[in-house]
Antibody, heavy 120, light 108 residues
Framework: QDQLVQSGGEVRKPGASVKVSCKAS????????INWVRQAPGQGLEWLGW????????EFKEKFRGRVAMTRDISTRTAFMELKSLTSDDTAVYYC?????????????WGQGTMVTVSS | EIVLTQSPGTLSVSPGARATLSCRAS???????LAWYQQKPGQAPRLLIY???SRATGIPDRFSGGGSGTDFTLTISRLEPEDFAVYYC?????????FGPGTKVDIK
């Protein structure tokens, strides 16, 4: 079954870092890579970046460069997103998402989301 | 960065009625890179339409997409109770990928 399962919610203090995992099953760990999207409470969707499963190449939205890292572990079919120097503005649900093919690269498989709360 | 603007922000519709949602891009997008998602409270987005007009697996035919260039539409022909949700357009052809701010479809 094509599925992405994310790690559980996290609470961090301002200035700290958080690392979220996304474990793939079925056909979800593929050449289309893993994208990371976040959604602040009551707000819309924001793409953070993408990692290639095959070679680990990454691409980030400019505002996150230098603060975000995306990695993957092929042996466990798991992708990771680490966000550093957290502020309250980073409080959001973080999703991983991918395209299983046949949908032109649109995101047809999403993880369940990981709530990250940044609070002192 | 390609900015996507959606209108209206909120659409109040009666069950069984037709709803037309608009998505406008700040520059031309290839249709193959325009998608629509539905999101309900507490859930991840669900892909409805890819390639501007193709329905994703399991999506009822009351959902249809169209448009090209900078102007795209999502039409729900006869609203069912489960269709009341927020809808986002998304372009995934030019980095950074972007989403529109969403259109909330609620019950009139």
């Amino acid at each position: 079954q094509d599925q992405l399962v994310q790690s559980g919610g996290e609470v961090r203090k301002p200035g700290a870092s958080v690392k979220v995992s996304c474990k793939a099953s079925g056909n979800t760990f593929n050449r289309n890579g893993i994208n990371w999207v976040r959604q602040a409470p009551g707000q819309g969707l924001e793409w953070l970046g993408w990692i290639s499963v095959y070679n680990g190449n990454t691409e980030f939205k400019e505002k996150f460069r230098g603060r975000v890292a995306m990695t993957r572990d092929i042996s466990t079919r798991t992708a990771f997103m680490e966000l550093k120097s957290l502020t309250s503005d980073d409080t959001a649900v973080y999703y991983c998402a991918t395209s299983t093919g046949g949908v032109g690269g649109a995101f047809d498989i999403w993880g369940q989301g990981t709530m990250v709360t940044v609070s002192s | 960065e390609i900015v996507l603007t959606q209108s209206p922000g909120t659409l109040s519709v009666s069950p069984g009625a037709r709803a037309t949602l608009s998505c406008r891009a700040s520059q031309s997008i290839s249709s193959i890179h325009l998608a629509w998602y539905q999101q309900k409270p507490g859930q991840a987005p669900r892909l409805l339409i890819y390639g501007a007009s193709s329905r994703a697996t399991g999506i009822p035919d009351r959902f249809s997409g169209g448009g090209s260039g900078t102007d795209f539409t999502l039409t729900i022909s006869r609203l069912e109770p489960e269709d009341f949700a927020v809808y986002y357009c998304h372009q995934h052809g030019s980095s950074p990928f972007t989403f529109g701010p969403g259109t909330k479809v609620d019950i009139k």
